[in-house]
């Protein structure tokens, strides 16, 4: 079953955003099971949505990406993203 990420990042810009995304592009197999992404500026840091195929896929991904979020000085906000599964997914227009 499908999960729905939200994750709220105080204090993080969009230059930080972009530069974390850059080195895990360069991390073989990080965005398995992402089935969409967003990342969206506030006025106090990012909100960053992902849908993802299965727990161990957004597991696998946390464990992943943290270290090199870390590097890049991005906080520990103490605060888990809110997790919620998903009834039903589509994309408009989408055949199959």
């Known amino acids: ?10 204090g993080v ?13 360069q991390t073989p197999g ?4 992402c089935m969409a992404h967003a990342c969206v500026p ?25 270290p090199v979020a870390t590097e890049h000085g991005w906080p520990d906000t103490g605060v888990a993203p809110r997790i919620m599964r998903v009834h039903r997914h589509w ?3 989408a055949t199959g």
Do not use: C, I, S, W
């Open 13 to 25: 810009t969009t230059e930080q955003y972009d530069k974390l995304n850059a080195d895990l592009q």
């Open 30 to 33: 990080v965005f398995d099971g």
């Open 91 to 93: 994309v408009p227009g």
């Open 42 to 66: 506030t006025d106090g840091g990012l909100e960053v949505f992902d849908m993802r195929e299965t727990e161990q896929q957004m597991n696998a991904f946390v464990e992943k990406t943290m």
């Open 1 to 10: 079953m499908a999960l729905f990420v939200h994750a709220v990042v105080p």
